[in-house]
């Protein structure tokens, strides 16, 4: 037992580092967007259009589509082709967004901009 302690110190002491290393989807992604739910599913209209949007874009290098929830929860995490693209493609997917989601949706980029619809109060 007593040989077993300090591996199982060290093994607690790095799984806060690991943790932070991962992330946010925000930190991980170019551009991250997240489709949530009040308990009835995520807005799947919202959800094909910016999926639509973001195939068609040049200036996208890939999209992981990442579930997480039971009612269709999921986060799209875009990287882009050049830097310059992130803005670009963080206005697009802003204005493709309904003012009344069925559900909350947040846009995030790397950088630091974000949008919430619905606009938090």
């Given at each position: 037992?007593?040989?077993?302690?300090?591996?199982?110190?060290?093994?607690?002491?790095?799984?806060?580092?690991?943790?932070?290393?991962?992330?946010?989807?925000?930190?991980?992604?170019?551009?991250?967007?997240?489709?949530?739910?009040?308990?009835?599913?995520?807005?799947?209209?919202?959800?094909?259009?910016?999926?639509?949007?973001?195939?068609?874009?040049?200036?996208?290098?890939?999209?992981?589509?990442?579930?997480?929830?039971?009612?269709?929860?999921?986060?799209?995490?875009?990287?882009?082709?050049?830097?310059?693209?992130?803005?670009?493609?963080?206005?697009?997917?802003?204005?493709?967004l309904p003012a009344k989601p069925?559900?909350?949706?947040?846009?995030?980029?790397?950088?630091?901009?974000?949008?919430?619809?619905?606009?938090?109060?």
């Open positions: 037992m007593r040989s077993l302690l300090p591996a199982l110190a060290l093994t607690i002491l790095a799984l806060p580092a690991a943790a932070h290393a991962q992330g946010s989807p925000a930190q991980q992604c170019a551009v991250s967007v997240q489709f949530a739910s009040y308990a009835m599913g995520i807005d799947r209209p919202a959800f094909d259009r910016v999926q639509a949007l973001l195939k068609r874009d040049r200036g996208v290098r890939s999209v992981e589509v990442q579930r997480w929830g039971r009612e269709g929860e999921t986060n799209l995490c875009v990287q882009t082709r050049k830097p310059s693209d992130v803005r670009r493609i963080f206005g697009r997917v802003k204005a493709a069925r559900g909350p949706i947040m846009v995030e980029t790397r950088g630091g901009l974000r949008f919430e619809a619905p606009r938090a109060r």
